[in-house]
């Protein structure tokens, strides 16, 4: 099999009967049981397998191949081809099973065996099996946060810290690192999973930005946040320019490190999913598999800002 040529494919649109959203390849997320049992540090306590399955949470953000192997190509939640992922290469969780751990690696959704991965070592809160390169003894980790715009409370948000340094916005028909001190006073985000190559993301797109113009003009604590599924960095431009989207977006080479905001995605697109700071869900595009649509979290959006302003 040429990999090349069929990792080429992977995210290749399709349109359910309707033609009311776009299905992706690899977006369908696993909830199948974790059949190993954790090793937790002494004293720990262990989790339950139905509190693993029953919360997401519990899995680890991310994994790193620990090393050089065959993993599988996902579509459509089927192994349907293979592709050789380097040691140190990170995946963003999407499932864990016994057959291996599920996750992202860049626009693609591989499967990797459980002993090629670290996740017993993140799962347990202990060192992966790739050392990282420690940060320079003059600057803390802490540092970066100090631009971080805060709460009420004066404490970051847990979508701002998702979202720390990781924003861009269309400039003069460039993106330009997006000044998160701009988010100071927001309290409520929509998550937009989207695409230029879905034509009913295009479809969406007018009253997306009518509603974003009106809703941003009524309650400056509300902010959109484009969350690409773009296939390049490229396209996710041509899109952004295209339909001048005044919002920011995530930088397209930090979508592997957003694993929170990730989950949040439904299994096709476009879809809209509203959130407050700490990343509780006020309303999505997909009850279960149904799909309501994003004109409906748009409507629901309405209904939380004005009862909450």
Request: with cysteine; aromatic share 6%; net charge positive.
């Amino acid at each position: 099999m040429n990999i090349d040529k069929f990792s080429s494919k992977i995210g290749h649109l399709t349109a359910d009967s309707r033609g009311k959203t776009c299905r992706f390849d690899g977006m369908k997320r696993s909830l199948m049981a974790l059949l190993f049992g954790l090793v937790l540090q002494s004293g720990a306590r262990s989790a339950t397998l139905e509190e693993i399955i029953g919360n997401p949470q519990l899995w680890p953000l991310e994994v790193t191949v620990t090393a050089t192997t065959k993993a599988g190509v996902v579509v459509n939640g089927q192994v349907s081809g293979a592709m050789l992922i380097g040691a140190g290469k990170k995946l963003t969780v999407m499932g864990v099973a016994a057959d291996g751990v599920t996750g992202k690696l860049g626009g693609a959704t591989v499967r990797v065996a459980l002993d090629k991965t670290d996740l017993l070592q993140r799962a347990n809160g202990q060192p992966g099996g790739i050392p990282v390169t420690a940060a320079p003894a003059n600057k803390p980790a802490a540092a970066a946060e100090k631009s971080a715009p805060v709460a009420a409370n004066g404490k970051p948000t847990e979508i701002q810290r998702q979202l720390l340094g990781k924003l861009v916005k269309l400039e003069n028909g460039t993106l330009q690192p997006f000044d998160l001190r701009k988010l100071d006073g927001v309290k409520y985000y929509g998550l937009m999973f989207s695409a230029g190559w879905c034509e009913p993301c295009r479809d969406f797109a007018p009253r997306l930005l009518e509603g974003y113009r009106n809703l941003r003009a009524q309650y400056p604590e509300f902010e959109l946040v484009l969350v690409s599924n773009d296939h390049s960095s490229a396209e996710m431009l041509a899109y952004m320019r295209e339909e001048k989207m005044p919002w920011p977006a995530i930088k397209y080479s930090e979508l592997d490190n957003v694993g929170r905001i990730m989950r949040l995605a439904g299994p096709g697109i476009p879809c809209l999913v509203l959130v407050d700071g700490d990343g509780k869900v006020l309303a999505h595009s997909f009850k279960g598999r149904e799909y309501l649509g994003p004109d409906s979290v748009l409507e629901a959006t309405e209904r939380v800002l004005r009862k909450n302003h």
